[in-house]
């Protein structure tokens, strides 16, 4: 049996040397958040959207239960605003969990399990980062009109489906507008009225992201350009990250969880791409040699 390298070594004591970190991380954020109420207070914002299309856009943001999505993301949940709020905040708390173990998948149950405690404020809270990890992968992954999803709650991260304009990949920039279109066309269809409202909130909102938001999303652009043209998907996480309107917290981080699933895609893509050359490599030297006259 082969004696491990330092390098294995260094990289077991430093997940070995993460575990304390994350229980106590953990369970600091589990107090903060149980002391101050904050428990469900996102997804609770969801809840009485979906259920009170009447209370969209009449508190500002940073209040309690501010709604500041679009009319087509509480429509969506309109069928959850039925729901008992323990229930509801059940059905949420369980999909986020799912999400964060299929985003963990690739690490192993081990590092896995090390890391999960890192993502603790998300799920507590309830809001949508999660899932904006997850739909990040799906969209690199070939299914580009998931970018919707950013696109009508937080606005700003869309700009990672700049990953398929600087590629070239006009099929997914297609199709990515047809799902908006639709679920647009939809949603104006059901309350007509509802959009203005959304783009006047947003315009008189406009500034709440900070006075370096500007600065992290040129900066977010850049990185997506950067990672589109070298192939380099896990920037995606990081430029999401950098173009959310709200940084300041440890929920926004979540985002961070679509790098392992990335990386996995990356690392796929990058043995396609070998195993072709190489199949090109082989045709060639198969072919008949020719005798320049």
Not at 124 to 150: C, E, I, S
Not at 210 to 227: H, N, S
Request: charged fraction near 10%.
């Amino acid at each position: 049996m082969p004696r491990p390298t330092r390098l294995e070594l260094f990289t077991r004591a430093l997940w070995l040397a993460m575990v304390p970190g994350a229980v106590l991380f953990c369970a600091m954020q589990v107090a903060v958040h149980l002391s101050h109420g904050m428990v469900g207070a996102d997804s609770h914002a969801y809840w009485v959207a979906a259920g009170s299309p009447e209370t969209w856009y009449t508190t500002p943001p940073d209040h309690v239960d501010a709604y500041l999505y679009s009319p087509a993301f509480a429509q969506l949940l309109w069928p959850l605003g039925f729901l008992p709020w323990p229930v509801f905040q059940g059905v949420w708390f369980a999909a986020q969990a799912a999400v964060l173990a299929w985003l963990l998948t690739p690490l192993g149950w081990r590092r896995g399990l090390t890391v999960a405690p890192f993502f603790v404020a998300e799920l507590l809270l309830g809001n949508v980062y999660l899932f904006l990890a997850a739909v990040l992968v799906l969209a690199v992954r070939g299914r580009p009109g998931a970018l919707v999803l950013p696109l009508l709650t937080k606005v700003t991260p869309a700009v990672v489906g700049l990953w398929f304009v600087v590629r070239g990949d006009w099929r997914a920039v297609r199709s990515a507008a047809v799902a908006l279109a639709v679920v647009v066309g939809v949603s104006v269809a059901l309350d007509p009225q509802a959009w203005p409202r959304w783009f006047e909130f947003l315009a008189s909102n406009a500034g709440t992201g900070g006075p370096l938001f500007l600065v992290r999303f040129v900066v977010a652009t850049a990185l997506v350009v950067f990672a589109a043209r070298t192939g380099r998907a896990w920037l995606l996480a990081p430029a999401l990250l950098l173009a959310c309107p709200v940084f300041q917290a440890f929920s926004p981080y979540t985002v961070l969880g679509a790098v392992p699933r990335l990386l996995l895609w990356q690392r796929s893509q990058a043995e396609e791409l070998g195993a072709e050359q190489q199949e090109a490599v082989v045709a060639g030297s198969d072919r008949p040699a020719t005798i320049p006259l």
